[in-house]
Structures are given as C-alpha cells and as structure tokens.
C-alpha cells in the first residue's frame, strides 16, 4: 500500500490535484524500493518507512531526469539513513553453536 496522496500533496506543499496520477505512480514505486532495499514489506504506518518514501516521491516530482548538473545523487540525502535500522543484514557469518558439556 502507497501512501496517502493527501500525505504526498502535503509533504510537496501542492493544493490542486492536476499531478495526482503520476503521484501515485512515484509512491508505488517509491514503496516498492523501500520493500527491496530493507527486506521488509512497505508499511506506510511506520514513520521511517514512510518518510524516506516521502523524500524519494519528491525527488522524482521535482527532478524527473536520472541525474541533474545540479544533484548528482541518485538518492535523496537521509534515504540510506532512515532505512539503515529497518535493513535486514545479510553478512555470510554464522555464530557458531556452543558445545553443551555432557
């Protein structure tokens, strides 16, 4: 589940709903890359989730070109940093089973 179009046109200081459609369209993908990137199903209920989609919608609205002269992340700053706590970590490393003494 997006979130909110009345949350987007909020966070994006919009009163008309002229861009609703392609709104919609950047917080279905937004969720979406939320989800992949921390493992987790999107969940517009949780404040990091929701906020870091928040900043991902905006970029898309404002900047609809891949990279501009003017920002070359890809991402929108704090992205990585509120989903860094949600990511499940996948390292490789397996804690070894201690030995019960018989």
Known sequence: ?????????????????DDDQILTHYSNVAAMWVAAYTGQPFDPANALM???????VAT????????????????????HDL???LKERVTGYVAPVAEVAA
């Open 1 to 17: 589940m997006p979130l909110p179009i009345a949350l987007i046109r909020a966070h994006l200081v919009i009163d008309h709903e």
């Open 50 to 56: 929701a906020q870091a989609a928040l900043l991902l």
């Open 83 to 85: 989903l860094s706590p």
């Open 60 to 79: 898309q609205y404002e900047s609809r070109e891949a990279v501009t002269f003017s920002n070359a992340y890809q991402l929108p700053f704090g992205v």
